[in-house]
């Protein structure tokens, strides 16, 4: 089965100033990795329905970051979140591409579908935006699976080096979903302590500074992969960071390109056994443009 890649030109159009880690040159990047894949195939991602932003998001903080937008200038949310003339055309093609890719997997079961897309998502609240995303389009595409799609059991796997601050705190609560998330701690957004209160439907895991392949893998395999197992998912969606490589600027954890592929492949393995192969993964962070191409590569083929 191949796997579908779903992106769009215009998610380079999102530019925040000079020297900002989340530049277009990321989803470059990303395209070089996949294309070494042979038996991907390309859809152009279309941008999300307001319907489908409401899922997640108040509309009242839609209707802000509209005008915003709409006055055409480069505007500062917060020191790390630059929202530009064309951010939200690639926010919202960002988490178009996400619910695209489960209809896509809804309707064709046994594939996977990857949304090669920026700016990431899975630091923006309902109602804020931090942490370079506007709109969370995993969280987004996990309702828009229960709300469309009928799904009682939607797993979110979350791998990225920061805490999905953002896609918990939209998620908790909802018994149709699962959220598991390994990331580093102590690092930005300073949330997910497995030990913090936290709902019923939320399982976080840390990995400290200088952690490498041997930690992370038996963090998964002792603890988040044994979980997902037992949930006995219908749909696997995947926050796929890549800012756990050795090469990432940001954080400082010791990721190599196997380790992406290794989860890749043992997310797939699950998503065989309960889902019907069912499996939609979307990029978010990953900041070193040769350790995300190579961690592209390497995770795709993984998941296809």
């Known amino acids: 089965m191949s796997l579908l890649v779903l992106t769009h030109a215009d998610c380079r159009r999102h530019t925040p100033p000079e020297g900002h880690p989340e530049r277009p040159e990321r989803l470059d990047a990303a395209l070089r990795g996949i294309d070494e894949i042979k038996s991907h195939r390309q859809r152009p991602a279309e941008p999300a329905q307001h319907s489908q932003l409401l899922l997640a998001h108040g509309p009242n903080y839609l209707n802000s970051l509209e005008n915003l937008a709409a006055a055409g200038n480069r505007v500062s949310l917060d ?16 988490a178009g591409a996400a619910c695209q890719g489960v209809d896509e997997v809804m309707r064709d079961a ?47 796997c979350d791998f990225d080096v920061h805490h999905g601050n953002g896609t918990e705190a939209i998620l908790a609560g909802n018994s149709k979903t699962l959220f598991l998330s390994s990331h580093q701690s102590p690092l930005y957004p300073g949330t997910g302590q497995p030990d913090a209160p936290h ?106």
């Open 110 to 156: 046994g594939q996977s579908a990857f949304a090669i897309v920026r700016p990431p998502g899975h630091h923006a609240e309902s109602a804020r935006a931090m942490g370079f995303c506007f709109y969370n389009s995993i969280a987004i595409a996990a309702l828009h699976a229960v709300e469309t799609h009928g799904l009682d059991r939607v797993a979110v």
């Open 199 to 304: 709902a019923d439907n939320v399982r976080n895991h840390t990995l400290p500074t200088g952690s490498g392949s041997n930690e992370f893998r038996e963090l998964w395999l002792e603890h988040l992969l044994p979980e997902l197992e037992q949930y006995r998912p219908q749909l696997i969606l995947v926050s796929a960071g890549f800012d756990a490589h050795w090469r990432d600027p940001l954080a400082q954890l010791e990721l190599k390109d196997e380790d992406y592929y290794w989860i890749g492949d043992q997310l797939k393995a699950l998503a065989r056994k309960s889902a019907n192969g069912r499996l939609v993964a979307s990029l978010e962070g990953g900041y070193d443009l040769k350790g995300l191409k190579e961690s592209v590569l390497a995770f795709g083929e993984g998941i296809e």
């Open 79 to 94: 020191s790390d979140t630059h929202l530009g003339p064309g951010s939200l055309r690639a926010a919202s093609l960002a």
